[in-house]
């Protein structure tokens, strides 16, 4: 198994000479979350947040935007008024939505490997997402190329403490009605982890389902029964769910394939300036979303979302890695471990360029989504002014965090062995614990490696070039994708394949973007 232990280069060295010693393994693929979940608001208050969630949807109704959703919930027994699009669900359609949506899947990578456990207590981190401009170094700051999707994607293949794909910038060079062609298969060409999916109507989706399924060798039935890919979900807060979400929601649910239903919820804008405020906004959107999926499809995947932090009230820019910001992600996994759901929540970074600012909003931020048992973490890693960009540099040095904490998740041996009273015998007091038998048994492979931090003295560092976190992220990434190899099952035929379909589905004019 590669592993970045393996990868990095610094391999640790025997003593005296320059042959490497074994090699530390580790498994960030499948992760289990260590830590207890940490709450905010007591239990009563946890409830009486979800009851009025659930009063939110039934007497003040969201507004649903799609005729086909809007019908899903008349069928139900919501009250839909067509003339406002609102629509007012009842508690009882919700409950019984919630009774249906499984409690665990496994999303299906292209290798067995690959797969993810999707549960409360499973963990699995992702990329910044969703930016429209991409950052580095060597080129600075720019819109999104296709190139630059792809770069991301190999840098995110590397390192296995990132378990899923995400869009990670806008391949603004492809025509929007072709975009989803080539994104789906530069994914599926430099990667084999879960492939995330655009919702942008249902020609596209089922264009990249199909894509999917042929290169993965499945039928259309093989496809539906169990999940290959996902989608965000993103509702228009407040309470207001849109044509594309809509449709996403609908057509990934009757597909087999889960959708992941993320409010995003800024304190004092679209939600109301108050932790509790905001939550309760979130809880009741993501409830509607996952209630829909379930209309379309019962015991459709789908998982709980949530993505809340505050405004600067000075200026009305969007604010991370702030106190506010952990509360409401550790009261939102309160009210994902009430529903029972996997769920997803997010790190974050307002900061305008890698430096200790982005370190510690993204740091603080990814604490909170793990503390909270979030299922998945997005934007663990390269996301910068709020998600405008992803820097090249800050996704490697967000890689030390991440990394550091999947080893965490690991178990921390406590036999006798590692007690270790045959090395307190044997080092005298005043002694050292260098040469002992007990520790040069363990020496090569006792201790994380460090990815891009130094631990070298003032005066090597100096010898050596003087190079900071950026410098060295520089090089390793520029490394990383010098060295990259396409996944095994990336093969010609399926490759050709996937290409012949492009070309079919470009001639007969693509898939245009629902409105």
């Known amino acids: 198994m590669s592993t970045l232990a393996e990868n ?40 009486v947040i979800h009851d009025t969630a659930l009063r939110v949807l039934e007497e003040l109704g969201i507004k649903v935007l799609l005729p086909e959703a809007r019908r899903l919930f008349a069928q139900a027994g919501a009250n839909v008024d067509e003339d406002t699009q609102m629509v007012r669900i009842g508690r009882d359609i919700v409950t019984a939505a919630l009774a249906s949506a499984p409690r665990q899947f496994t999303l299906h990578g292209g290798a067995h490997e690959r797969h993810i456990d999707m549960q409360l207590g499973s963990l699995a981190f992702q990329s910044g997402a969703g930016a429209p401009n991409c950052s580095d170094m060597a080129r600075g700051r720019r819109p999104g190329t296709l190139r630059d999707v792809e770069e991301l994607t190999k ?139 379930q209309l379309a499809k019962p015991g459709a995947p789908v998982c709980y979302g949530a993505f809340a932090s505050n405004v600067d009230m000075k200026s009305g820019a969007p604010a991370f890695g702030t106190p506010e910001q952990v509360k409401a992600s550790l009261a ?27 370190a510690h909003e993204t740091e ?16 663990a890693a390269g996301w910068i002014e709020g998600g405008l960009t992803v820097s090249y540099e800050k996704l490697i ?39 002992c038998a007990h520790t040069m048994e363990r020496y090569a492979t006792a201790f994380y490696e460090p990815l891009v931090a130094d ?23 520029q490394q990383i994708l010098s060295d990259h190899r396409a996944p095994a099952n990336a093969t010609g035929d399926r490759l050709a394949a996937l290409d012949a379909f492009i070309a079919k589905r470009t001639q007969e004019g693509g898939a245009p973007p629902a409105d």
């Not at 009430?338 to 600012?357: E, F, I, M, S």
């Open 364 to 379: 603080i931020s990814a604490w909170g989504a793990l503390l909270s048992g979030a299922s998945i973490i997005i934007h």
């Open 397 to 435: 040095t967000d890689m030390e965090m991440v990394q550091v904490m999947a080893e965490l998740c690991a178990a921390t041996p406590s036999d006798d062995a590692e007690i270790g009273f045959d090395a307190l015998a044997e080092v005298q007091p005043g002694g050292h614990f260098f040469g």
């Open 155 to 293: 840098l995110v293949q590397h390192f296995d403490a990132i378990q899923m794909l995400s869009p990670g910038v806008e391949p603004q060079d492809v025509p929007i009605h072709l975009r989803h062609y080539a994104f789906t298969r530069m994914q599926l060409s430099v990667s084999d982890k879960v492939p995330f999916v655009f919702s942008r109507g249902t020609p596209q989706a089922l264009d990249a389902f199909e894509m999917i399924a042929r290169f993965r060798g499945l039928s259309d039935d093989q496809f539906a029964q169990n999940p290959h890919c996902y989608t965000i979900i993103n509702t228009n807060s407040p309470r207001q769910i849109d044509i594309p979400m809509a449709q996403g929601l609908v057509d990934f649910a009757r597909h087999g394939q889960p959708s992941v239903v993320t409010p995003f919820c800024l304190m004092g804008a679209m939600a109301p300036v108050t932790v509790a405020g905001a939550i309760t906004l979130s809880h009741a959107e993501a409830l509607a979303g996952i209630t829909l999926t």
């Open 8 to 47: 990095s280069g610094r391999r640790r060295r025997k003593r005296g000479g320059d042959t490497p010693t074994v090699k530390r393994t580790v498994n960030y693929r499948q992760l289990k979350n260590p830590f207890t979940p940490q709450t905010v608001f007591t239990e009563d208050r946890v409830a």
């Open 455 to 477: 631990w070298t003295n003032f005066g090597t560092w100096t010898e050596r070039g003087a190079k900071d976190a950026n410098d060295r992220a520089l090089d390793l990434w």
């Open 332 to 358: 939102a996994g309160q009210l994902a471990r009430l529903v029972g759901l996997p769920w997803r929540n997010a790190a974050g970074c307002a900061a305008n360029t890698n430096d200790v600012q982005a």
